[in-house]
Nanobody
């Protein structure tokens, strides 16, 4: 079994920062890339950021570019999302996801591409 466990969510005021972490555990699996998605109430799950496990290439949704930073810790099997200058519209449940097969860069925002998902961590930003 593969498990992805998120941590680091919470309640902060607008302008504040949070650092989310996702730890991968269980059987060894080939991580091609890991990503963060988020789902706000009444909305579909949406892509936030992705990082390739080997080369560390990254991509972000436009709305978080320059405010969020995704990173990975290969020895620890962890991926992190540093979130700065948070806004109320960033409020959502944040999910960690992993893809184990070859990844077309054009599909990084597609939910169905990802093989494993965490349970999510709530991030709430107050005005």
């Amino acid at each position: 079994q593969v498990q992805l466990v998120e941590s680091g969510g919470g309640l902060v005021q607008a302008g504040g920062s949070l650092r989310l972490s996702c730890a991968a555990s269980g059987r060894t699996f080939n991580k091609v890339a890991m990503a963060w998605f988020r789902q706000a109430p009444g909305k579909e799950r949406a892509f936030v950021a992705v990082i390739t496990w080997g080369s560390g290439d990254t991509a972000y949704v436009d709305s978080v570019q320059g405010r969020f930073s995704i990173s990975r810790d290969v020895p620890k099997n962890e991926v992190h999302l540093q979130m700065n200058s948070l806004k109320p519209e960033d409020t959502a449940v944040y999910y960690c996801a992993a893809v184990t097969r070859s990844l077309r860069w054009s599909l990084i925002r597609t939910v169905s591409v990802y093989d494993y998902w965490g349970q999510g961590t709530q991030v709430t930003i107050s005005p």
